[in-house]
């Protein structure tokens, strides 16, 4: 079992930055593949990025490319999301998820019922 709680959120202007986290409890950290979401009003969860247990695979979504860079701290068991240069369209609820992985095996999946378990949001609003 893994319990997920992200902080960082908040309301920026166009081109600041913002650095989310996540804590994850649970003695198995290190086996999962940590995935960062988005929702946006009147649209579907779409991964914004994604980092495997191994941390030296990760994947972005095109959008935030040179923009958004995720990392993963095993010993505190937390994960980041440091965003910069946002734009009005990244704002969003954004979701910490983790998606259990077989030893030995990166896995960085895409579709949101790939993951396992979900925090309960934080928002970021960015305004022109």
């Known amino acids: 079992q893994v319990q997920l709680v992200e902080s960082g959120g908040g309301l920026v202007q166009a081109g600041d930055s913002l650095r989310l986290s996540c804590a994850a409890s649970?003695?198995?950290?290190?086996?999962?593949?940590m995935g960062w979401f988005r929702q946006a009003p009147g649209k579907g969860r779409e991964l914004v990025s994604a980092?495997?247990?191994?941390?030296?695979?990760?994947v972005y979504a095109d959008s935030v490319k040179g923009r958004f860079t995720i990392s993963r701290d095993t010993a505190k068991n937390t994960v980041y999301l440091q965003m910069n240069s946002l734009k009005v369209e990244d704002t969003a609820v954004y979701y910490c998820?983790?998606?259990?992985?077989?030893?030995?095996?990166?896995?960085?999946?895409?579709?949101?019922?790939?993951?396992?378990?979900w925090g309960q949001g934080t928002q970021v609003t960015v305004s022109s």
């Open positions: 998820a983790a998606d259990y992985t077989p030893l030995g095996a990166v896995q960085l999946r895409r579709t949101d019922t790939s993951y396992d378990y």
């Open positions: 649970g003695r198995t950290f290190s086996r999962y593949t």
């Open positions: 980092i495997s247990w191994i941390a030296d695979s990760t």
